[in-house]
């Protein structure tokens, strides 16, 4: 095929393709059934895309690139009773405050005094 039969062929092709739907050759008129094609024709193209997305993160996910690895027991760490204690120290000191606040009254002065 030359060069001149393909810039022909692909001319011809590209038309064909602006001519699929379209009864209005000139262009004039508006025509809502073309719209609307092109809008449920592009719709339909976005969802068979989400969907080979879906079904490629589905194989990916089944074949384990995703999977979380376990660690074994030797690389645990020991839970520290110390920190353990002052951490729930912590809380009680709070809670015992927020207890003593909630029981006092408010001192409020009155502005228009």
């Given at each position: 095929?030359?060069?001149?039969n393909?810039?022909?062929?692909?001319?011809?092709?590209s038309?064909?393709f602006?001519?699929?739907?379209?009864?209005?050759k000139?262009?004039?008129r508006?025509?809502?059934?073309r719209?609307?094609?092109?809008?449920?024709?592009?719709?339909?193209?976005?969802?068979v895309?989400?969907?080979?997305?879906?079904?490629?993160?589905?194989?990916q996910?089944g074949?384990?690139?995703f999977?979380?690895?376990?660690?074994g027991e030797?690389?645990?760490?020991?839970?520290?009773?110390?920190?353990?204690?002052?951490?729930?120290?912590?809380?009680?000191?709070?809670?015992?405050?927020?207890?003593?606040?909630?029981g006092?009254?408010?001192?409020?002065?009155?502005?228009?005094?």
């Open positions: 095929m030359s060069k001149k393909k810039t022909e062929y692909i001319k011809k092709l038309k064909k602006t001519e699929i739907g379209d009864k209005d000139t262009k004039i508006i025509l809502s059934h719209d609307w094609g092109v809008v449920i024709s592009l719709f339909f193209i976005i969802v895309l989400v969907i080979a997305v879906h079904i490629y993160l589905f194989i996910i074949e384990g690139i999977s979380v690895k376990q660690q030797d690389s645990s760490k020991k839970l520290d009773i110390e920190k353990l204690e002052r951490t729930t120290a912590s809380f009680d000191e709070q809670e015992k405050e927020f207890n003593r606040i909630l006092e009254k408010p001192n409020i002065s009155d502005p228009s005094i």
